[in-house]
């Protein structure tokens, strides 16, 4: 029996290096988020999809295992390896393009991407999202987007734990 093709979605996934390659040509306004994205959820579906209406593209940056360890989230976070993660957020249609960091923030990254809006979820003040001092000096904008749903990966977890057998 043959294997089947990787899914297409799978060519958005790009290494931080391959970024360069491909920037140049990306469309504008270029719009960029990160985070762990460890158990997608209906709130991350709707953030991204609320992000990627800001622009015209989206990069999404996800913290790599030893980032998210990094984070303080528990010692068995994240639940899913940044390859299976990477996979799950290329697959929707909001995001134009994966790739990821190691450092503590995204900092580095952002500054290679150049995003034109920056952006984060509502629990983030402007002020204190890493590039935005940055983004708004190269004359870009910076956004927070309040939640729709009342969900976090934490709390599902934290249900999953309490009604396992």
Request: net charge neutral.
């Amino acid at each position: 029996m043959s294997a089947l093709p990787a899914p297409d979605f799978e060519q958005k996934i790009l290494a931080p290096e391959q970024l360069d390659k491909i920037l140049p040509e990306l469309p504008r306004p270029l719009v960029f988020t990160n985070g762990c994205f460890d158990i997608l959820h209906c709130g991350h579906a709707a953030y991204l999809a609320q992000a990627r209406a800001l622009g015209a593209c989206l990069v999404l940056a996800l913290n790599t295992d030893a980032s998210v360890r990094r984070q303080g989230k528990g010692d068995d976070r994240p639940v899913n390896p940044l390859a299976h993660r990477a996979a799950l957020v290329a697959a929707l249609q909001s995001v134009d393009w994966v790739t990821w960091f190691d450092e503590d923030t995204p900092a580095a990254l952002i500054e290679r991407v150049r995003p034109d809006v920056l952006v984060k979820g509502g629990d983030w003040a402007v002020e204190r999202i890493v590039g935005a001092a940055q983004t708004l000096a190269r004359g870009g904008s910076v956004r927070a987007i309040p939640f729709i749903y009342d969900t976090s990966t934490t709390r599902l977890l934290a249900k999953i734990r309490h009604t396992a057998p």
